[in-house]
């Protein structure tokens, strides 16, 4: 593997903390033939709208479209599941001549009239951009018809990253709060969570920890997401940022049109779980009794973790962990998560950083860890040998990665079904990375046991 070079034109893409001294290029375009962990504009918008339950998604795009976005995040509702379902325009060889506007208006109305979803979004896919189909006018038409906001979701795939398909997501959530724009009273003490999508049931445990503070959540966007609660979005005090990468558009633009202001945070860890329900308590300078609460809330749960964390730490001290995200927010927690537990990170990467991030990011870490943006299957496999971790850290791309080079896995990405957020969060990601790193399956692996018998022999 260590004959395996960087392509040339993603040289400046990955850094060597202590060894490279050039700046990280980021957020531009994969490079083609590099076979990029990224995922396309279409799937940024998809993760992002897809928990609102009580919508329907509509994927306007051939049927390959609709089945790679299926269910793709473990979004629990506490209510209605249509947003589980997966419908699909199925665009053909004959709608790709022809248009495919009529067919979009069709399987509109009868799904609206089979389902009486609260909302519409239509995903729009690069097919839909190259042929040219009005998306606009005919959600318009549709919505005048049915009597529910119809959203044209503007995601063709091949217009630029992921983070497009974020910012197209935050505009059709604008669009929908701003469509029910009315002169209401602002709620008291209340907040909107941003970027946090209630896989394996995490908006719940956040929602707790707000309900003891004494702040009321007015919506969630999107975990568990109902549109009567999106819409009312702008009578809310604060917007809380989960996930950065995904939300942070949506609320600049709240912030600009209703004067909501926002604030980013992070609910992985003890540390940054601690900081966020502290930064929400400052905010409430007028009602001392939130903060009050709030301490006692941190010392209650921290007190109760702990000596369950420094078990399974003893497993695990001087152990190495190679890290690939989405958003760069969440690898900061989890450097942190890490050295709670007495492990080290040796690979850091993102698909959607900035050069903040990633300046932050060179700061946290330890030296010598590599840094990469927007990498590829190879890259990361390249990285993880030659600094022989025993973890990898990411998703449902880099599962395989990870198990055909014989080192545990922990997913943290959508596809989970366990919530890792919070205090007992932080309990769910230190069990299930104490029991893939010391699982004995891994001195099997013929790569190890070929090193361990020449070990030996010496």
Known sequence: METISVLEDRKNQISQKGRDTFEMACEKKSLAGAVSQRACVFCGSRVVLYPIADALHLIHGPI??????????GALSSG??????????DLSETDVVFGGEKKLEKALLELVAEYEPKAAFVYCTCIVGIIGDD??????????KVGIPVLAVHSEGFKGTKKDGYKAACDALFKLIDLNRKPEKQIPLSINILGEFNIGGETWIIKEYYRRMGVEVVSVMTGDGRVKDVQSAHRACLNVVQCSGSLTHLARDMEQAYGIPFIRVSYFG????SDALYDVASFFKDAPQIMERTKALVQEEVCAIL??????????????????VGGAFKAFSLIKALKHLGMSEVLVGSQTGNKEDYALLREMCDPDTVILDDANPLELAKYVMEKDAHLFI??????PIAYKLGIGFCDHNHERKIPLVGYEGMV???????????????DLVPRKAFNRAISNKG
Request: charged letters at 25%.
């Open 307 to 324: 000596p369950e964390l420094a078990a399974l730490k003893k497993d695990l001290v001087g152990k190495r962990a190679a890290i690939y």
């Open 428 to 442: 769910n990601f230190a069990k299930e990375v104490h029991a893939t790193v010391t699982s004995p399956i891994w």
């Open 270 to 273: 003890i540390e940054d779980t």
């Open 394 to 399: 990411g998703g449902v791309k880099e599962r």
């Open 135 to 144: 998306v606009e006018a005919v959600c318009k038409k549709v919505a005048a």
């Open 64 to 73: 390959g479209c609709a089945s790679y976005t299926w269910d793709i995040r």
């Open 80 to 89: 209605p599941e249509l947003h589980r379902m997966s419908f699909s325009t």
